[in-house]
């Protein structure tokens, strides 16, 4: 297939370009580059299948060809990004967003969008399923990113029902793994680095809140398999494998041999509405898609661990 990706400098969406390089596909990363990484895809300089353009999907797009599919990974995506950029997220979840669909449409493309958890917000039902609406603060701190992906998945809907465009909806969660940016304020490249580094992990609170953590190579595994089926979604794509922040810590702490002690912190203000337990409900994934993660938390670490000791320099 020919295939756009958009935030293919980021981390999730540089990985999907290599499984999708990888197996042949045609790819064309568009990325400004305003959190994504152009290191990300240093790598890839030599793949003659692998195109790389810089542009911002919020302005109109440059004649790229058509595709056969589209997929829009297009999203500052960080804790951090949703207080210092809130207007630029909503502004790529709704006109980015659009303008992606309309290329799909053109292409007769099938689209796939990027979404997330977080449209379940701090949830009231436990493991999320896709048929939860989701418990959300539309002005709360994380409401930029929570609903410019809440009305990212209206759009494509909307615009499937009018103009007939093949689309699709994956739901990620805490995705991890290598080529995260080191400082952008996620829970675990923060510990990994501040493990490395000797500092104390930084807890909020007593670290009793969950998070359910899937390793990025099984993340772009659920990605592709929605991409080449037929359904629609949305479809949660993440681990089921449930883990206290607190217990995270602990594992980084050992993983590395590191001399940090945990610390607990007071949650800072822009983090206030971080829902207190996470974890997909995947049967859909499982019986649609044949899909599940395969990678251990401890499997995943040590591949991540290694990467930021070395491509991070972060010691």
């Not at 979840?93 to 979404?115: H, P, V, Y």
């Not at 609903?147 to 499937?160: D, I, M, N, Y």
Request: net charge negative; hydrophobic share 35%.
């Amino acid at each position: 297939m020919r295939v756009l990706v958009a935030g293919g400098g980021g981390f999730v969406g540089s990985h999907l370009t290599d499984r999708l390089a990888d197996r042949g596909d045609d790819v064309v990363v568009v990325d400004d580059f305003s959190t994504g990484r152009r290191s990300n895809l240093a790598h890839l300089t030599h793949v003659g299948q692998v195109k790389v353009v810089e542009h911002d999907v919020t302005e109109p797009l440059p004649d790229l060809g058509l595709f056969d599919a589209v997929t829009n990974l297009a999203s500052p995506s960080s804790p951090d990004d949703f207080a210092r950029i809130p207007l630029s997220i909503l502004e790529v979840g709704s006109t980015g967003t659009r303008r992606l669909l309309d290329l799909a449409s053109s292409s007769g493309a099938r689209f796939l969008q990027a979404s997330t958890s977080e449209v379940y917000g701090d949830p009231e039902v436990h493991p999320q399923h896709e048929g939860y609406v989701g418990h959300v603060d539309p002005i709360g701190p994380r409401s930029c990113y929570d609903e410019a992906k809440r009305f990212g998945e209206a759009l494509v809907v909307a615009h499937s029902r009018v103009h007939g465009t093949d689309v699709c909806i994956a739901r990620i969660f805490n995705t991890y793994g290598e080529r995260m940016a080191p400082a952008d304020g996620r829970v675990v490249n923060t510990f990994v680095v501040q493990a490395l580094r000797g500092e104390p992990l930084t807890v909020h609170g007593d670290g009793s809140q969950t998070r359910s953590f899937c390793h990025v190579s099984d993340q772009v595994a659920g990605l592709t398999a929605l991409l080449d089926h037929s359904t629609a979604g949305p479809v949660n794509i993440g681990n089921p494998d449930e883990f206290t922040v607190r217990s995270l810590a602990e594992i980084i702490i050992e993983m590395t041999g590191s001399s940090s002690q945990i610390e607990s912190v007071v949650m800072p203000e822009e983090r206030m509405g971080d829902p207190a337990r996470r974890r997909p409900d995947i049967t859909r994934a499982e019986e649609l898609l044949g899909w599940s993660p395969t990678v251990t938390l401890r499997e995943g670490l040590a591949g991540m661990i290694d990467h930021f000791r070395s491509a991070e320099s972060v010691v």
